[in-house]
């Protein structure tokens, strides 16, 4: 967030009973008017973590995202959300903080509320900032591995159930041709060994393609965003033809949609890379990044991106990246 000072991020609930409500998931809207606001969050117990993304609407290209960590206070029903790093940073943000409260508009489920940029955010100082976003996904934009790793060290330890023990029953076997005597049978006794199930579930380690595009997703969040364009939607369906720019140099590129991994380590020349797409029906927002590979013999890595709307609109684009910054067009999907 474009402020002046460092601190935490505040969610304040009104419940209709004493539990704290589940609000994982992707919460978009904007603070003042004037900055987009994106809140991603994970929700286990009473615990929660996650991160946030936010730009400023007259210049996309000024945004941040930030990882936070927080809590339930179930006393006073509020949700208490710190931010602690940045994920990437334009130059000129910091961590945010802000009270919201929870409603209900038109259907929606709202939070809305205002942000205080001061340290002494307690203390009521500071000049309000106006906070509303709604819900769109009951799941988080993106989980990366920092999120993931929160998580582990956030839920409850697993109670393994240790298997009963079970003594051995006594058997008498039947004899054959008893042998008639004046002393007692003897009783013979034979242990039965029984074999408790397994009561631990096995674990599948994940396949081979999950880890690669998990290693990549890492890498670029490690660089920092520049985008093209911000092109306003009226159908699902787009499709993207993506050239090298000039030059045919060697340029190579890896295309991530909303986070995933759609094209890896592919060669861009003058035959085009045809990206067929249907925009995800959970968020009004998308982004396609463009993630250099290489610089190529001419650096930077340039491509041309020709974008078409199955409604006969074509849009011409030249993108930049280079080995610390990615390029980024975002898509803004608004139904006629």
Known sequence: MKRLFTISLFLLFIAKN??????????????DGEEF???????????????TWDYVYKKSRDYCKAYFTGSYDKKNDVWFLSGYSFMANSGGH?????????????????LRGFCRTKPSFFLGAGDPIAVKVKKVSNRPYIITDVMKDCVKSIEPPKKIKTPPVITPKKITPPQKNPIQNNKKDSVITAPIIVKPRDSITKIIPPAKKIELDTNRINKTNERINKVISRIVVNDRKITLNVYDNGTI????????????VIMSHKRLSDKPLLID??????????SVVLFAENL??????????IFTTSTGKRYELLSSATLSQNAELIFEYKPK
């Open 18 to 31: 004493s539990c704290a409500q589940n609000i994982t998931g992707t919460w978009e809207g904007d603070l």
């Open 37 to 51: 606001l994106q809140i991603n969050i994970i929700q286990v117990g009473d615990k929660i973590c996650g991160y």
């Open 94 to 110: 910091v961590l945010m903080q802000l009270r919201l409260r929870d409603e209900i508009e038109d259907g929606d489920m709202i």
């Open 249 to 260: 140099d060697g340029d190579s590129v890896t295309i991530f949609y909303n986070g995933r």
């Open 277 to 286: 797409l249907t925009l995800d029906e959970n968020t009004n927002i998308h």
């Open 296 to 305: 190529g013999s001419i650096p930077p890595n340039t491509a041309l991106i």
